[in-house]
């Protein structure tokens, strides 16, 4: 396209704020590229478009020897990059963006752009993977999605009036600002590098991993390959479904302490630890274990130094979580939670006074349910019995499947454009079930053949949401944990884009004892061949069943 052509489209398309303000200006910092080649200011990317965009700023800024905080691995890294940021709105939808938080390496790019997602109601964020990804030489970005990226939370933005959602910010929020994404990135890689990336990749856990699902059905040619990590599909279903254990212990009367339940999550355990033939204070194989709660009742449990017993109430609340969502008579609406997962995150309680208990249940899901679904902040839905949650369920399906439900088992397209996506979800998360995960892999099985050809699932024994379960952030890093956790998740997908090479296994570290095993393909399953040390990946194979 001649300049003169493009100047004349740009202006057509959007304005942009390249004031001195926002520039890198070359006087002022010196030398400060590690590359001179590379220009680090606003005026480097004024030739950015977008169809139904309108630019509002460009800023940038290179950073040199910046420490920052990195969760995977855990650690503080030190990078240099060239800080770039990319404010737009989409005409008529009042809606102010920083789609681009980009992180462009000053050395060593490794020619790959990376977009990383976000969790809960936060669409994006560098904590994660960020600096080390930038270490690696990725250009990284985020996007903001036009919400607060700190929090998420959705009282600042998902409401215009009491009983009118914010549809445009739902919508940037749910797809649209995920499209918006690469397609700016790209273009600010291309500026800055003089050339468009090689490969471009997702990655992204919950929310995120929600997001790569979004981006591999709607968006098939934006990623080559896509990291979706415990995604949050079905987000109409499950979140609403993350609810009902506060309606099971309003209908049951009784509300367990965190430590009952975590009483009965180590019976649990215990009962269904060897179902695999390995004794790893793990339950590897949830699917097979059908251990009833009612037999622990008045065994005894530490709370706190003090011994109490299992209660017959507390077992008829675990064995209903247990069973998943139903309806008041009964029948099925969605998965339940594995048994061995730590059930006080969506069983929580709270102390109220004289010492009386009552439900304090997972905070993104009574924020749906209020905030989207009932379309009002100030409704006290914690006496919600089954036959109000079943209305409410129906109604979440209802009102926003289509908008963000992310079940759209039809890949063809990615697939036909030669996507590659990996999937890993823990046995043992208690934020999203593992069936979450089973059911769409299934489904686009059932619909697509030869789906192993450009998606793989591999469940992770014994991890909880997005990593290990029981993990905990001390002093000196994190500690403890439990489950076999990817180590490479990323450079196997790289190896399946640019090589060919599809992932017999993901290899995988178990952090409370240093032991390893494969994840293998759903539905495979990791068999120890009950001579090697079980502790050692190469003992084991991947076969139909234990």
Known sequence: MANAERQSRTKAYYRYDSSPRWA?????????????????????????????????????????????????????????????????????????????????????????????????????????????????????????????????????????????????????????????????????????????????????????????????????????????????????????????????????????????LDGFTAAATKACDELDNVKDGIIAAPELCHYDPHSSIGQSFDCHNITKTLTAQGANVVAKIWQGVFSGNGSFLWYPFSRGTNLTSVANITECAYGTRGPNPFSLAEQWLQYFVLKDPNVNIRNLTYDGFESLFHKSIQEYESIIGTSDADLSAFKNAGGKMITWHGTQDELIPTDNSVEYWSNVNGLISGTDDFYRLFLGPGLAHCGPSGISLTSTGLSGGKGYYPTDPLGSLIEWVEKGVAPATLSTIEPSTNHSQPLCPYPLVAKWDGKGDSGVATSYTCAESY
């Open 24 to 260: 890198c200006i070359i006087s002022l910092f010196g030398k400060w590229s590690v590359n001179s080649s590379l220009l680090c200011d606003a005026l480097s990317f004024t030739t950015l478009e977008l169809f139904g965009a309108e630019i509002l700023a460009i800023r940038a800024a290179p950073k040199y020897n910046s420490t920052e905080l990195n969760v995977s691995p855990f650690g503080m890294i030190t990078v240099s990059y060239c800080a770039a940021n990319v404010t737009y709105t989409h005409p008529g939808y009042n809606d102010t963006i920083v789609v681009i938080q980009m992180r462009l390496p000053l050395s060593g790019w490794n020619g790959r752009f990376l977009g990383l997602g976000g969790g809960g109601f936060v669409m994006g964020n560098f904590l994660a993977y960020g600096a080390a990804a930038v270490q690696q030489g990725y250009a990284v970005a985020i996007t903001d999605g036009g919400h607060d990226i700190i929090t998420g939370d959705p009282s600042l933005w998902t409401l215009k009036s009491p009983g009118n959602v914010n549809y445009p910010l739902f919508i940037d929020f749910a797809s649209r600002a995920l499209d918006d994404l690469p397609k700016i990135s790209k273009q600010v890689i291309k500026s800055f590098y003089g050339k468009p990336p090689s490969y471009s990749y997702w990655r992204g856990c919950s929310t995120g991993g929600r997001q790569g699902l979004m981006s591999a059905q709607r968006y098939p040619d934006n990623y080559d390959g896509i990291l979706a990590e415990a995604p949050a599909a079905y987000w109409t279903r499950f979140l609403t479904g993350d609810f009902f254990p506060a309606v099971i212990m309003n209908e049951e009367g009784y509300y367990p302490e965190n430590c009952e």
